[in-house]
């Protein structure tokens, strides 16, 4: 689905990827240094724990994406995501290096029953991409739909993040056009 922007007049691309023949090990791996962890509602709040909460996905993402994503806030994060029924902490992907968190993604339905999973915020700061933790995110997510019984995963991205399309299309996604 290619829908038109006209903020920033740019197209929408919706990407789709099967999960039937996901290959049950993972082919990226972390590089050294680095390791992954899930959002833990229980110390969200507590800006002393070392586990990765809602401040840092807004560090990514506000990193990653720049002024496209200046709006989120706290607020917006928990509105969009904490509070919806369908929200689940293990699917929301943490990469830390030096117990900094650097990347992240989310696994999302858009409804609490939705057969399709959505690979979704993928986001790696700046100072760490190129060393496949992109990669290693994407598995992630897929890996998470197929243990759950998922058939398909979609994703949306702009028509000039040529980088990222890359990315998906590297990963088996394709663009669907209405």
Same mark, same amino acid.
């Given at each position: 689905?290619?829908?038109?922007?006209?903020?920033?007049?740019?197209?929408?691309?919706?990407?789709?990827?099967?999960?039937?023949?996901?290959?049950?090990?993972?082919?990226?791996?972390?590089?050294?240094?680095?390791?992954?962890?899930?959002?833990?509602?229980?110390?969200?709040?507590?800006?002393?724990?070392?586990?990765?909460?809602?401040?840092?996905?807004?560090?990514?993402?506000?990193? #990653?994406? *720049?002024?496209?994503?200046?709006?989120? !806030?706290? =607020?917006? @994060?928990? $509105?969009?995501?904490?509070?919806?029924? /369908?929200?689940?902490?293990?699917?929301?992907?943490?990469?830390?290096?030096?117990?900094?968190?650097?990347?992240?993604?989310?696994?999302?339905?858009?409804?609490?029953?939705?057969?399709?999973?959505?690979?979704?915020?993928?986001?790696?700061?700046?100072?760490?991409?190129?060393?496949?933790?992109?990669?290693?995110?994407?598995?992630?997510?897929?890996?998470?739909?197929? #243990?759950? *019984?998922?058939?398909?995963?979609?994703? !949306?991205? =702009?028509? @000039?993040? $040529?980088?990222?399309?890359?990315?998906? /299309?590297?990963?088996?996604?394709?663009?669907?056009?209405?």
């Amino acid at each position: 689905m290619a829908l038109q922007n006209e903020s920033t007049s740019c197209v929408k691309l919706r990407f789709e990827r099967s999960l039937e023949a996901f290959p049950p090990d993972m082919r990226y791996k972390l590089p050294r240094g680095y390791r992954m962890t899930c959002f833990d509602l229980s110390t969200d709040a507590d800006s002393f724990s070392n586990t990765p909460g809602t401040n840092d996905w807004l560090e990514v993402i506000h990193d #990653a994406f *720049g002024d496209f994503c200046a709006h989120f !806030t706290r =607020e917006t @994060f928990s $509105e969009k995501f904490l509070e919806k029924e /369908q929200f689940d902490p293990s699917g929301l992907f943490f990469v830390l290096h030096n117990d900094i968190c650097v990347g992240t993604v989310m696994a999302w339905r858009d409804t609490l029953n939705d057969s399709i999973g959505r690979l979704h915020y993928l986001a790696v700061r700046r100072s760490h991409r190129g060393c496949g933790l992109g990669h290693f995110l994407i598995e992630s997510v897929a890996a998470y739909f197929a #243990a759950n *019984g998922t058939s398909l995963l979609y994703l !949306t991205t =702009e028509s @000039f993040r $040529e980088n990222a399309i890359g990315l998906y /299309q590297k990963h088996g996604f394709s663009v669907i056009n209405d």
